[in-house]
Protein backbone atom coordinates (compact mmCIF):
# COMPACT_ATOMS: atom_id res chain seq x y z
CA UNK A 1 0.00 0.00 0.00
CA UNK A 2 1.26 3.61 -0.98
CA UNK A 3 1.22 6.25 1.81
CA UNK A 4 1.58 9.54 1.09
CA UNK A 5 3.87 11.48 2.76
CA UNK A 6 1.88 13.87 5.86
CA UNK A 7 -1.65 12.13 4.70
CA UNK A 8 -3.10 10.15 7.71
CA UNK A 9 -5.72 7.63 7.90
CA UNK A 10 -9.51 8.79 8.33
CA UNK A 11 -10.46 8.38 11.65
CA UNK A 12 -13.27 9.38 14.14
CA UNK A 13 -11.77 12.34 14.86
CA UNK A 14 -11.56 13.28 11.57
CA UNK A 15 -15.16 12.42 11.66
CA UNK A 16 -16.17 14.72 14.45
CA UNK A 17 -15.04 17.58 12.62
CA UNK A 18 -16.17 17.44 9.59
CA UNK A 19 -18.66 20.21 9.06
CA UNK A 20 -22.44 19.29 8.96
CA UNK A 21 -24.52 20.63 6.75
CA UNK A 22 -28.04 21.24 8.12
CA UNK A 23 -31.64 23.30 7.26
CA UNK A 24 -31.02 24.31 3.27
CA UNK A 25 -33.49 26.47 1.97
CA UNK A 26 -33.67 27.76 -1.89
CA UNK A 27 -33.54 31.65 -2.75
CA UNK A 28 -36.62 32.90 -4.34
CA UNK A 29 -34.89 33.56 -7.78
CA UNK A 30 -33.13 29.69 -7.70
CA UNK A 31 -29.85 30.57 -8.24
CA UNK A 32 -28.82 30.00 -4.69
CA UNK A 33 -29.35 28.43 -1.46
CA UNK A 34 -28.79 29.22 2.64
CA UNK A 35 -27.65 26.40 4.33
CA UNK A 36 -26.71 26.09 8.49
CA UNK A 37 -24.03 24.47 8.65
CA UNK A 38 -22.18 22.84 11.90
CA UNK A 39 -18.98 22.79 13.31
CA UNK A 40 -17.32 21.42 15.90
CA UNK A 41 -15.85 23.69 18.64
CA UNK A 42 -13.25 21.41 20.51
CA UNK A 43 -12.23 23.75 23.02
CA UNK A 44 -15.90 23.79 24.69
CA UNK A 45 -17.04 20.46 23.15
CA UNK A 46 -19.93 21.68 21.17
CA UNK A 47 -20.98 22.33 17.82
CA UNK A 48 -21.50 25.59 16.84
CA UNK A 49 -23.79 26.52 13.52
CA UNK A 50 -23.23 29.20 10.65
CA UNK A 51 -24.96 30.05 7.69
CA UNK A 52 -23.43 29.78 4.54
CA UNK A 53 -24.58 30.98 0.93
CA UNK A 54 -24.22 28.17 -1.42
CA UNK A 55 -24.05 29.26 -5.20
CA UNK A 56 -25.65 26.96 -7.74
CA UNK A 57 -23.09 28.42 -10.52
CA UNK A 58 -19.62 26.62 -9.71
CA UNK A 59 -17.71 29.87 -10.94
CA UNK A 60 -19.13 31.51 -7.97
CA UNK A 61 -17.55 30.97 -4.76
CA UNK A 62 -20.11 29.85 -1.70
CA UNK A 63 -19.49 31.92 1.07
CA UNK A 64 -20.48 32.41 5.33
CA UNK A 65 -23.08 34.31 6.09
CA UNK A 66 -22.60 34.43 9.77
CA UNK A 67 -20.16 34.06 12.35
CA UNK A 68 -19.56 33.80 15.58
CA UNK A 69 -20.79 31.32 18.71
CA UNK A 70 -24.43 31.34 18.14
CA UNK A 71 -26.46 28.86 17.13
CA UNK A 72 -27.82 29.47 13.45
CA UNK A 73 -30.14 27.66 12.36
CA UNK A 74 -33.08 27.35 9.91
CA UNK A 75 -32.85 30.14 7.43
CA UNK A 76 -35.98 30.80 5.14
CA UNK A 77 -36.43 33.46 2.86
CA UNK A 78 -39.90 36.06 2.95
CA UNK A 79 -41.61 36.53 -0.17
CA UNK A 80 -39.98 40.06 -0.64
CA UNK A 81 -36.68 37.54 -0.43
CA UNK A 82 -35.19 38.77 3.13
CA UNK A 83 -33.78 36.15 4.99
CA UNK A 84 -34.78 34.64 8.33
CA UNK A 85 -33.59 32.82 10.64
CA UNK A 86 -33.24 31.44 14.52
CA UNK A 87 -30.46 32.50 16.62
CA UNK A 88 -29.19 32.14 19.82
CA UNK A 89 -26.92 35.01 19.59
CA UNK A 90 -27.41 37.76 22.65
CA UNK A 91 -30.26 40.63 22.11
CA UNK A 92 -29.47 43.93 22.76
CA UNK A 93 -31.51 43.82 26.45
CA UNK A 94 -29.70 40.87 27.86
CA UNK A 95 -26.04 39.77 26.27
CA UNK A 96 -25.86 37.23 28.85
CA UNK A 97 -28.93 35.70 27.57
CA UNK A 98 -27.36 33.18 24.78
CA UNK A 99 -29.89 29.68 25.44
CA UNK A 100 -32.75 31.27 23.94
CA UNK A 101 -33.57 31.16 19.95
CA UNK A 102 -35.31 34.34 18.33
CA UNK A 103 -36.03 35.18 14.76
CA UNK A 104 -33.43 37.61 13.57
CA UNK A 105 -33.37 38.91 9.95
CA UNK A 106 -30.32 39.20 8.22
CA UNK A 107 -29.81 42.53 5.97
CA UNK A 108 -30.39 41.96 2.46
CA UNK A 109 -26.86 44.66 1.44
CA UNK A 110 -25.18 43.25 4.13
CA UNK A 111 -24.29 44.42 7.64
CA UNK A 112 -25.12 42.64 11.10
CA UNK A 113 -28.18 40.15 11.42
CA UNK A 114 -31.21 42.35 13.94
CA UNK A 115 -33.39 40.38 16.35
CA UNK A 116 -37.25 40.57 15.35
CA UNK A 117 -38.52 39.18 18.14
CA UNK A 118 -37.77 38.97 21.57
CA UNK A 119 -40.26 36.39 23.01
CA UNK A 120 -39.42 35.48 26.90
CA UNK A 121 -39.15 31.44 26.68
CA UNK A 122 -37.76 31.65 22.87
CA UNK A 123 -39.28 30.46 19.59
CA UNK A 124 -38.79 26.88 18.85
CA UNK A 125 -39.44 27.21 15.13
CA UNK A 126 -41.68 29.27 12.88
CA UNK A 127 -42.71 29.70 9.04
CA UNK A 128 -42.37 32.69 6.75
CA UNK A 129 -45.57 33.53 4.89
CA UNK A 130 -45.52 32.36 0.92
CA UNK A 131 -46.94 35.69 -0.26
CA UNK A 132 -47.04 38.10 2.70
CA UNK A 133 -45.07 40.24 4.94
CA UNK A 134 -45.57 37.85 8.14
CA UNK A 135 -43.89 35.33 10.31
CA UNK A 136 -45.53 32.67 12.60
CA UNK A 137 -43.66 31.53 15.58
CA UNK A 138 -44.16 28.19 17.90
CA UNK A 139 -43.04 28.94 21.73
CA UNK A 140 -44.24 27.99 24.88
CA UNK A 141 -45.68 30.45 27.33
CA UNK A 142 -47.47 30.04 30.97
CA UNK A 143 -51.01 31.04 29.82
CA UNK A 144 -51.56 32.59 33.76
CA UNK A 145 -48.05 34.43 33.79
CA UNK A 146 -47.68 37.83 32.63
CA UNK A 147 -45.27 38.27 30.14
CA UNK A 148 -42.77 39.86 31.43
CA UNK A 149 -42.79 37.24 34.12
CA UNK A 150 -42.35 34.26 31.74
CA UNK A 151 -38.39 33.61 32.01
CA UNK A 152 -38.65 33.86 35.95
CA UNK A 153 -41.72 31.91 36.83
CA UNK A 154 -40.14 29.05 33.68
CA UNK A 155 -36.71 29.44 35.20
CA UNK A 156 -38.62 28.29 39.00
CA UNK A 157 -40.46 25.03 37.36
CA UNK A 158 -37.42 24.21 35.72
CA UNK A 159 -35.61 23.69 39.24
CA UNK A 160 -38.80 22.47 40.73
CA UNK A 161 -38.75 19.35 38.16
CA UNK A 162 -41.97 20.52 36.67
CA UNK A 163 -42.35 22.06 32.93
CA UNK A 164 -44.81 23.11 30.93
Known amino acids: MCK ?3 VHDFNAEDLVALPRVDN ?4 LDGSYAVAAVRRLDASNGKYISDLWRIEFDASVASHQLTRGESQDTSPQ ?3 DGRLFFLSTRPL ?5 DTERQQVFCLPTLGG ?3 AVTDIPLGVESFVCA ?3 DIIV ?5 WPEVQEAQQRKYDDDHAKSGSSL
Do not use: M, R
Open 130 to 132: ASA
Open 137 to 141: CKTQW
Open 4 to 6: LEG
Open 92 to 96: DNDPS
Open 24 to 27: VTPA
Open 112 to 114: EPY
Open 77 to 79: FTS
